[in-house]
């Protein structure tokens, strides 16, 4: 299983660093890449330097896409036309799209939310309303997409992540190793 997850100036940083910490515990292989170049600061001051930039990136050759939320990050992903075209390619060939906080929104944009159901930060519901069933829950997972809410629900988000990528024995390992409460 290999995951992109693109970082754009603004994301969340705690978003961010929980879903590729959790997934990276369950063995998943991670790419992180920069939308310009490889350190990006976060919504919070937080510099982090991603593995590669978006441009290096054979998108055909991941598995999913996770993208953190974050203000103005998630903006900043939804105004990148790489980001909106990976994002249909992956929905097409029936790979694994995941967004969490406000990112579910870039999803909105890119046009992948018909007929599903999904979930945003609140203040983000009327944005995807349109296009997508909102589910008031932390972590909504349909078929091959799935959103969660907020930094509140990254480790949730993650852990959700892990059993569907590499199975529900692998999330359990690693949600007892790290002591983990999930409400979802």
Not at 19 to 33: M, N, P
């Amino acid at each position: 299983m290999r995951v992109l997850v693109p970082l754009a100036n603004g994301f969340e940083e705690t978003e961010f660093v929980t879903i590729v910490d959790i997934l990276r515990r369950a063995e998943v292989k991670v790419v992180t890449a920069s939308l310009t170049e490889e350190i990006v600061t976060g919504g919070h001051n937080i510099k982090i330097i991603a593995d590669t930039s978006l441009d290096r990136i054979e998108f055909e050759k991941f598995d999913a896409i996770v993208l953190p939320g974050g203000f103005p990050g998630f903006k900043n992903l939804g105004e990148d036309e790489r980001i909106l075209k990976i994002l249909r390619d992956m929905n097409n060939a029936d790979k694994y799209i995941a967004a969490i906080c406000g990112a579910p929104s870039v999803l909105a944009k890119a046009g992948i939310f018909e007929g599903r159901s999904s979930t945003v930060y609140p203040s983000g519901k009327e944005e995807i309303q349109a296009s997508t069933h909102y589910v008031d829950k932390r972590v909504v997972v349909d078929g091959r997409l799935i959103t969660s809410q907020a930094l509140g629900t990254a480790t949730e988000f993650a852990l959700k992540l892990v059993e569907l990528f590499v199975g529900a024995d692998e999330m359990e390992t690693v949600k007892d190793q790290v002591l983990a409460i999930c409400q979802s």
